[in-house]
T-cell receptor
């Protein structure tokens, strides 16, 4: 069965510093991986996805994620964090041929000015 | 929010009463989903639909039913609400999913959510 782990409940960084939000996954076969962001009292917004090809995926708002098959990881990164990046971030995985999108528990990011 | 609306946005109800949540999309996407969001659990799939009148269960479907009589509307019903169903409910849509014309690579887009409190 597919599953996702986000090992950190919270990440705190100073504005201007690099931001990393960790995600590891477990699937049988090649995974499809997604990152979403949720701002307070809003729905989830799609950031980026990895399907195949280049391991470095670029997405919205300056975010990128690196797929590492050997470490079964898909960490979300941003070179220089903004206060407005403070939000709840979700990693999700789907197995090819499956309808189900499995979400991690989420990581709360706080960027201090 | 990708042409998805949910109604109501907030609801407080009492244990044992029926509740219906509505999801409406203007994207003409084939697939629609209902999730619930609870702290520490992320989002969990309740039911999904792969076409008009075609629905199936997700991982937490007990106590919920769904209906889809039109492409644009997907209803979630709690037949007899319980306190354990207090949650934030999200609708999502995707152009494809599985089956004919579907691709599991397709992105799901989410509505703004409904906060339901069962007293």
């Amino acid at each position: 069965a597919q599953s996702v782990a986000q090992p950190e409940d919270q990440v705190n960084v100073a504005e201007g510093n690099p931001l990393t939000v960790k995600c590891t996954y477990s699937v049988s076969g090649n995974p499809y991986l997604f990152w979403y962001v949720q701002y307070p009292n809003r729905g989830l917004q799609f950031l980026l996805k990895y399907i195949t090809g280049d391991n470095l995926v670029k997405g919205s708002y300056g975010f990128e994620a690196e797929f590492n098959k050997s470490q079964t990881s898909f960490h979300l990164k941003k070179p220089s964090a903004l206060v407005s990046d403070s939000a709840l971030y979700f990693c999700a995985v789907r197995e090819p041929g499956d309808y189900k999108l499995s979400f991690g528990a989420g990581t709360t990011v706080t960027v201090r000015a | 929010d990708a042409g998805i609306t949910q109604s109501p946005r907030h609801k407080v109800t009492e244990t044992g009463t029926p509740v219906t949540l509505r999801c409406h999309q203007t994207e003409n996407h084939r697939y629609m989903y209902w999730y619930r969001q609870d702290p520490g659990h992320g989002l969990r799939l309740i039911h999904y639909s792969y076409g008009v009148k075609d629905t199936d269960k997700g991982e937490v479907s007990d106590g919920y039913s769904v209906s889809r009589s039109k492409t644009e509307d997907f209803l979630l019903t709690l037949e007899s609400a319980t306190s354990s169903q207090t949650s934030v409910y999200f609708c999502a849509i995707s152009e494809g999913g599985l089956g004919s014309g579907g691709r599991s690579t397709d992105t799901q887009y989410f509505g703004p959510g409904t906060r339901l409190t069962v007293l």
